[in-house]
């Protein structure tokens, strides 16, 4: 609650324009406090056990990752994906409290009593149009049209999960204080909740966030990442009916006005630095062509590298759209869909984890899973067939040198902003894909990310035992955390107390998808796996010399 406050007192005397980040170019702040502190012979011994822990659940893990991908639920929408996950939470001795934030499908998870408070989070939900039958390398979906896990986030939790039980078994047998907390990353592909839990207390007493999410090897990295925060924005505009042919002078179509906001954006772009990324879609468009569309939505997500950016991108947009208003006399209202801050990662539990990750290593691929990967490489025409990750990489830290050219955004960033936070990058995912299309869900539910999240899984609690053995390790993240992130900067959060949570989004996908994927739910009491459920013979890649053909 004292951060909560805090914040907003911030955002009052800033007026909300300030710049949060330090301007690009500067020098990283000065070294901080490490986190590599020695481990004890008990420390070795619980990590050891650990390991031993996440290996005999190795089934559970598979179970997991195969169940959610098979749920395939996008934002807002996992009703099966947390049901399903509560429920093993539950069986497995957490306590669930659910709807959290206001969110119907978000939950916290907890087990144990005292500090310090770890807590393990990752994203749960899917992307539209990626349905796809795992282990085929070519476009094949399981439903054409429906949604599917074209980005991975089916493997997250479930590592989380094999972890947190894994460490709850030496915590319970040793009698060690502290607080094990699992939370899902709700329509992380909208940004749509991170920030909004931040806001309602869900982090409360938490010392330390471990967020995980599935990439291409085994890695973490601290300080400022590249990509980019963002804002969602959807603007409505209201007009008049009218028969389109018979009276058409008598209409305001709103839909005119989406099409010059867009067209109003695509000429302003020229005009904005390198590191903007903005897209819209039209979310109505009008009902038919002979009505003048009285109603007519356009939703962008203006993304730039740092608060002030970011703002600025925002009011520009707004401008654009009353000028469309004015054009049109057309009435303009606007919403705030997602918000996610750009990131900021510590320096002490990165190095502690990157400690326990080459420990780890990377899992072993079998001849199977490399011809997977090479033939999917070969399928998407990439100019390197590289098969799957077999050297680690070192651990990620702020390049001052290098000017970030903007990319993607997730919402982990505001928890980054008011807690010590770090994402888990863990190897359940082919490398050279583009992202957010079928072509990530082909080994979501595959021997590789069955691989991936045991190996993650290891990492994930070998740190958790570091962050509940060494509270030195605990006060330098929050050293880091008070004296280099914060000391120059505020968070000011996109989100006002008031904005609520855009929990309608995706309805609609789901109520016409949904009872025809509900035909092909894994069921583990029948089926080894996934691919034995759906009889597909892994790897399935084409065989034709030309793999570009049939598109
Ligand atoms: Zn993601």
């Known amino acids: ?96 409290q659910r709807g959290v934030a206001g969110i119907p499908t978000a939950w916290v998870a907890k087990w144990g009593s005292g500090k310090p408070v770890i807590a393990l989070g990752s994203d749960i939900d899917g992307i539209p149009q990626a349905s796809q039958k795992p282990g085929v390398a070519y476009p094949d979906p399981i439903i054409a049209g429906a949604p599917g896990h074209g980005e991975g986030h089916n493997t997250g939790m479930p590592l989380n999960i094999i972890a947190a039980i894994a460490v709850k078994r030496i915590m319970e047998r040793d009698k060690l204080p502290g607080t094990i907390m699992l939370w899902p990353g709700v329509a992380e592909e909208q940004l749509a909740t991170k920030a909004w839990y931040v806001r309602d207390g869900v982090f409360k ?52 006005a989406v099409e010059l906001m867009s067209i109003g954006w695509q000429y302003r772009r020229e005009h904005l630095r390198l590191s903007q990324r903005a897209h819209s879609v039209i979310t109505n468009g009008g009902d038919q062509p002979n009505v003048v569309p009285r109603n007519a939505g356009i939703w962008f997500y203006f993304r730039e590298t740092d608060y002030a950016n970011i703002k600025n991108m925002w009011d520009i947009g707004n401008k654009m759209a009353e000028g469309a208003a004015l054009m049109t006399n057309t009435k303009m209202t606007s919403r705030i869909l997602g918000a996610a801050y750009p990131q900021h990662m510590n320096k002490a539990v990165a190095e502690a984890m990157y400690e326990n990750i080459k420990t780890v290593g990377l899992p072993t691929w079998s001849e199977e899973d490399q011809a997977l990967a090479k033939g999917l490489q070969k399928e998407l025409g990439n100019p390197r067939i590289e098969g799957l990750a077999l050297k680690l990489g070192n651990l990620g830290a702020p390049n001052p040198e290098r ?7 997730d919402d982990i960033g505001d928890v980054s902003w008011n807690y010590p936070t770090v994402t888990l990058r863990f190897p359940s995912n082919i490398p050279g894909l583009p992202g957010h299309n079928w072509s990530s869900a082909i080994a979501s539910a595959t021997p590789i990310a069955h691989k991936g999240v045991v190996a993650g899984a290891k ?58 994927m509900k035909k092909y739910y894994y069921d583990p009491t029948k089926h080894k796996t996934y691919l034995d459920q759906l009889g597909i013979k892994y790897p399935t890649v084409r065989t034709t010399s030309s793999p570009q053909q049939e598109k």
């Open 1 to 96: 609650m004292k951060r909560v406050l805090a914040v907003a007192l911030v955002a009052m005397m800033s007026g909300a324009t300030m710049s949060a980040q330090r301007p690009q170019g500067t020098a990283p702040p000065p070294a901080a406090p490490t986190g590599v502190f020695a481990d004890t012979p008990k420390l070795g011994d619980y990590k050891k056990d650990a390991t031993r822990g996440v290996d005999e659940m190795a089934k559970l893990a598979q179970e997991m990752v195969d169940s959610v991908f098979s749920f395939g639920e996008l934002g807002f929408q996992e009703v099966e994906t947390s049901r399903y996950l509560t429920g093993q939470l539950e069986k497995y001795g957490f306590t669930v």
């Open 205 to 256: 007493d938490v010392d330390v966030v471990l967020f995980t999410h599935v990439g291409n090897n085994l890695g973490v990295s601290w300080g400022e990442g590249g990509g980019n925060g963002m804002v969602s924005v959807e603007y409505t505009f209201e007009g008049e009916t009218a028969h389109s042919a018979g009276a058409p002078w008598r209409g305001r179509s709103a839909l005119d």
């Open 403 to 409: 000017e970030n050219t903007g990319g993607g955004s």
């Open 459 to 516: 990492v994930q609690a070998m740190t958790v035992l570091d962050l509940l053995t060494k509270p030195e390790l605990v006060k330098a993240a929050w050293d880091y955390y008070n004296n280099v992130q914060m000391k120059d900067v505020k968070y000011v959060p996109f989100i006002t107390k008031d904005t609520p949570p855009a929990i309608h989004l995706n309805k609609t996908i789901l109520d016409k998808y949904r009872e025809e």
